[in-house]
DNA sequence: ACTTAATAACTGACTGGGCGGTTATTAAAT
DNA sequence: ATTTAATAACCGCCCAGTCAGTTATTAAGT
């Protein structure tokens, strides 16, 4: 806890290193751990200081304030994800139903099984205090991956592969167990581990897409 | 602002009035209300004091601490309801699947449409903070709700109603978007108001047990 | 190579305000 | 007159934000 600040693997020759590149992704991290934990009022600075083995100052040097800090969390770390969703289904080649079973799976893959899936947490937790980044999620998160997904189910009914239903309150269902399993792991999963997310997010998919299938179809 | 304290119709004659009984739910009512908002942290006793109409000591003629203000706000709310819903699936007479779509449909009645609603994102939100209080919530009312879908969904695949599956999981994902609406509502909903949710929940009940039937009768 | 000067990353003690909690006092009720 | 609900001024801790000083690093000079 003293010493700190050395790449993995040397000896602490020295109290602190200069280290301007790495620090930013750092910090990030270490705030969005604690945010994550504790909320945003509840974290205080020196803690995640303490985390990003730096002093408080120094977050000073890479950030104008606590809130700014809040704000880098949510707006980095996110993009690359929906960047990365939009190329797979573009990519895609197969049946829709296939398309979004791989779209649910890999998404907690990538997010729901990494740091990032307590972002959702976060952003519910603090929305009341964060209107302006409550509305920024909504704009370039929720409905961007949305529109993915709506895409893909209208796509589905046109080609007769899924019933005729309203494709945005569609979207919203075969989303929201991602969502409540990614907040759920990071609040109540600690005194309720019922099972590992995979089998719950499969049996979602098969009632879901046995559910919404044109009939045609019956995958026992 | 200054003058309060009197029920409702009544000339401001006195500068406040002594209510020992009624205190205690205002408090509770308040302190429910910003606690969803803001947060426990964010939330501060003299708000809450100002919004039950009363100052911050009077707070302490009724609790202990900020903290007791928050075990009470939860503890107190949710038994009834519990018992309500045990009622109504001991006394129901009718098939299981009517019996699962009245308890979601009426859940979103008496607690989504309330001020109830705001419960789940409370304690997402301070899980972190609360750990002995998210046990007793998963304890006493997760686990308890959960026991009743587990029993009517176990009960639905004995009587050859619903194909079988793991009702655990099965209790989960029919309960998930109503936690998911929920939260919604107080966190993300202003910046997208996607219709109302009884619509939402029709869908997801239509898929849900479209999905999970055992085939024989479909409702269309 | 070795010393020294200049720069910039980093530290940690400090502060000012805000908020949880207390208490001396006031006023309603009986 | 006595009791007690309620107040509002008060206290002290905590923590976001600051800044004067320290140390690693780099560059220039010899």
Redesign the interface.
Known sequence: MIFCNHTPGEKPSCRWRRRKEARPEEIIDAALALF???????TRLDDVAKRAGISKGTLYLYFDSKEAIFRAVVETLIGPQLQQIEKLVHDFEGSNQALLRQLILGWWRNVGETGLSGIP?L???????F?EL??Y???HV??RMRKVFVGVLERGVAAGEFKP??A???A??LF??L??AA?WK???Q???D??DVP??LN??L???????SSGAAKNE
Chains 1, 2 share one sequence.
């Open positions: 994550v934990e504790k909320g945003f009022s509840a947490k952003i519910v937790s603090e929305s009341g205090n209107p409550s509305e999620f909504v704009k929720v409905k239903c309203d945005q309150v569609a919203r269902l929201a167990p969502v409540h907040i990071h609040s109540l600690p005194w309720d019922t099972g089998v719950y049996l979602h098969d009632i879901f897409f046995n559910g919404i």
